[in-house]
């Protein structure tokens, strides 16, 4: 089965700095790759996705990008600021496989004013 | 809105006893899913389901077991609690599969094992 893997475990930025998450998979027929932000005591919600025929996509101050045949994918987060502190998990599916989404580890993300 | 609803926020249960988890969708979703969220493990994949009376195994379901009566709602059983299952539990929907079906989770239950 896929194996997503997950670095940093814990983030600290200045607030205005940029942050950047890694992530690798295993299966090389993923072609699916969300990202979930979870505010703490809150549920996780998708803030952006990729799939494996684009290289990389941006959304206002967030931006991930995908290399398929290292098989990693990141997020970048430019002109960090407070609301942005949260746990951050990528994950990785087939899409022919429905949402069966494998998650990384997550990265905890905290903005220093 | 799409609104996912576990019953329970906390849960305290002893060694051995049966423990459900109830988890209930607003929108009508296909698939339900039971994740189980640990520090520095991530979110992993219990069971999961794409239609009434429908199950099947995610990556840890050992100890686990799922109920699929009705459409809107998704139980997580533990058949015998044990410390080990000491964790907090998301359910998630979402309506299809891939980019247009985000997942929606639930607030999440924590559930202690003692």
């Known amino acids: 089965g896929e194996n997503v893997e997950q670095h940093p475990s814990t983030l600290s930025v200045q607030e205005g700095d940029s942050a950047v998450i890694k992530c690798t998979y295993s299966?090389?027929?993923?072609?699916?790759f969300p990202w979930y932000k979870q505010e703490l005591g809150k549920r996780p919600q998708l803030i952006i996705d990729i799939r494996s025929n684009v290289g990389e996509k941006k959304d206002q101050r967030i931006a991930v990008t995908l290399n398929k045949t290292a098989k990693h994918f990141s997020l970048h987060i430019t002109e960090t600021q407070p609301e942005d502190s949260a746990v951050y998990f990528c994950a990785a599916s087939r899409i022919a496989a429905g949402n069966k989404l494998t998650f990384g580890g997550g990265t905890r993300v905290l903005v220093k004013p | 809105d799409v609104k996912v609803t576990q019953s329970s926020r906390y849960l305290v249960k002893r060694t051995g006893e049966k423990v459900f988890l109830e988890c209930v969708q607003d929108m009508d979703h296909e698939n339900m899913f039971w994740y189980r969220q640990d520090p520095g493990l991530g979110l992993r994949l219990i069971y999961f389901s794409y239609d009434v009376k429908m199950k099947e195994k995610g990556d840890i379901p050992e100890g686990y077991s799922v109920s699929r009566e009705k459409k809107e709602r998704f139980s997580l059983i533990l058949e015998s609690a044990s410390t080990n299952q000491t964790s907090m539990y998301l359910c998630a929907s979402c309506s299809g599969t891939g980019p247009d079906s985000p997942l929606h989770f639930g607030n999440g239950t924590r559930l202690t094992v003692t």
């Open positions: 299966d090389s027929a993923s072609n699916y």
